[in-house]
C-alpha cells in the first residue's frame, strides 16, 4: 500500500515539474516592437533581430544594449538624443531612463512585455507590429502604358 501511494506520488510531482517550465524565451524578444502608454507621452521599445541591442523614443530617440537569460533581462548603456519636451512628457522620460537599469527580470504572455525592476516596479508594454514612424515595405507594381 505505501508502494503504490509512493508511485502515485511520484507521478503527481514528475507530471507537475513537465507544466511547471514557465521560464521566458530570450529569442522570442528578438525583432519584437511594444509600445507603453505613460503620462504626457507614449514609449515604445525595440528589440534588434540580430544584435542584442534595444532602441526606441520617449520623448527622445534612445538606444542601448540588453542581455536576456531566461527570466532575466539586463538592460545597460543606454544613449539617447538630448531634445525638449512638454514637461510631463520629459518627467515620464526621466523616470523611464532611471528605471530601465534596475529592470530585472522580464514576462512576455498574450503579446505583452512586463518589465520588472529589482525594487517591484513594472511596467507593461503592448507588442505592436512596428513603431509609429517606422518606415514599412510596401511592394508596388509598375505600370506600364503600351
Known sequence: M?????????CALALVACGAD????????KGANFVSAQPGVDITL????VEMRV???VVNRYNGGY????????????ASTMM?????????EREYFEFMPTVETYELSDGKLTLIATDGKEIIFTQVES?????????????VAE
Request: avoid cysteine; proline fraction near 7%; charge should be negative.
Open 131 to 143: 513603431q509609429p514612424g517606422e518606415a514599412t515595405t510596401v511592394e508596388t507594381t509598375e505600370v
Open 2 to 10: 505505501k508502494f503504490k501511494l509512493f508511485a502515485i506520488g511520484a
Open 55 to 57: 532602441y526606441g523614443g
Open 46 to 49: 525595440s528589440f534588434d533581430p
Open 67 to 78: 542581455t536576456a537569460d531566461g527570466d532575466n533581462i539586463k538592460f545597460e548603456g543606454f
Open 84 to 92: 525638449m519636451g512638454d514637461p510631463e512628457a520629459m518627467e515620464t
Open 22 to 29: 514557465d521560464t521566458q524565451n530570450p529569442e522570442l524578444l
